[in-house]
């Protein structure tokens, strides 16, 4: 049972706010010409400051897309560079993930980043293309009952972004190669952890939201136990969070991994938990991502006040 749970994993659905404006073209042509203007889409609702990069990997020999996400001063300093999140499942997260950036920057919790949401053509099928590419291991071993042949290719998927995407994302937009972050959920919270030991020090950040630690009979707590056999290090700032209300074969496995990996006490390993309670394997993303970036961005949260209370302090001047 829980083997097919694993193998069925599906998020679905768009969280939170968008960072967004309103393109209104055709305004004042009264009622008719508003019905007009909208069956003919002449209002759109984007988020500002994003563009679609195609690229054709070498590595997995297929097409993806990124969904960069620039800050509002991009562009106006030559020369400077920003920290990126490279996020998983673009597709459906980057209105989320935009929507909690503006927040992080009027709260004045962490610096300007770039974000890249790792992302696929439309028309993909995004449940097989992200079992292929977030796992490192086929389940069952690609054999037999319960096997998923199709999974497993993460290697060429974690080579796509450290060897395409990023040097793209740092020649092109201004990324920087230090303070790289990567972020997931789910299957993608499985390959955002499972990057941290197979590109050790790639990232300086992973933030893993109900990460897939039960997948192929537990890869995560077998990949700890390989990886701890030569290394006593473990450079990153890790933030692993799960929603209380998950379903109990699917969230035991996560609690257990966690406190094999504390057990560890690897050398420069900085490691954060949270039980989200009363949230569920979709919705306690709105919240982890939110508390994983501000607990990422600590060390470095800028000098001075909130967008509020610069306001209510300009008001009463």
């Known amino acids: 049972m829980r083997r097919r749970f694993m193998q069925g994993l599906a998020l679905l659905g768009l969280s939170g706010g968008l960072a967004a404006r309103a393109q209104a073209q055709g305004q004042g042509q009264g009622q008719a010409g508003a019905q007009a203007g909208a069956q003919a889409g002449a209002r759109k609702f984007v988020i500002e400051n994003t563009q679609i990069v195609p690229i054709d990997s070498k590595y997995t020999g ?36 935009a929507s909690t950036y503006g927040n992080l920057m009027y709260d004045n919790f962490a610096p300007e980043f770039i ?11 995004y449940d097989l293309e992200r079992r292929r590419d977030y796992t490192f291991t086929a389940a069952n071993g690609g054999k037999g009952k319960g096997a998923d042949t199709d999974s497993g290719k993460g290697a060429a998927f974690l080579d796509f972004i450290t060897k395409e995407a990023a040097p793209l994302v740092e020649r092109n937009y201004g990324g920087a190669s230090g303070g790289r972050i990567l972020g997931g959920s789910s299957l993608g ?12 020090g790639f990232f300086a950040g992973h933030i893993a939201l109900s990460p897939a630690a039960g997948w192929d009979g537990g890869l995560l707590a077998r990949l700890d136990e390989a990886y701890a056999r030569t290394h006593k290090g473990l450079a990153t700032r ?12 699917f969230r035991e496995p996560i609690a257990a991994f966690e406190r094999q990996l504390a057990a560890r006490r690897y050398e420069g390993l900085a490691l954060e938990t949270r039980v989200m309670p009363g949230l569920d394997h979709t919705t306690v993303k709105c919240e982890a991502y939110a508390r994983g970036l501000i607990w990422y961005w600590a060390p470095h949260k800028p000098a001075g006040p909130s967008g509020l209370a610069r306001a209510m302090a300009a008001e009463a001047a």
């Open 62 to 97: 297929r097409r993806h897309e990124l969904i960069v996400v620039l800050p509002s001063s991009h562009g106006k300093t030559p020369g400077k560079t920003y920290p990126v999140l490279y996020f998983l499942d673009g597709y459906w997260d980057t209105p989320l993930l």
């Open 115 to 125: 974000m890249v949401g790792l992302s696929y053509p439309n028309g993909s099928n």
């Open 238 to 249: 890790m933030f692993i969070a799960y929603g209380a209300e998950e379903y109990p074969a």
């Open 189 to 200: 919270g499985l390959f955002t952890v499972t990057a941290a030991y197979q590109a050790p």
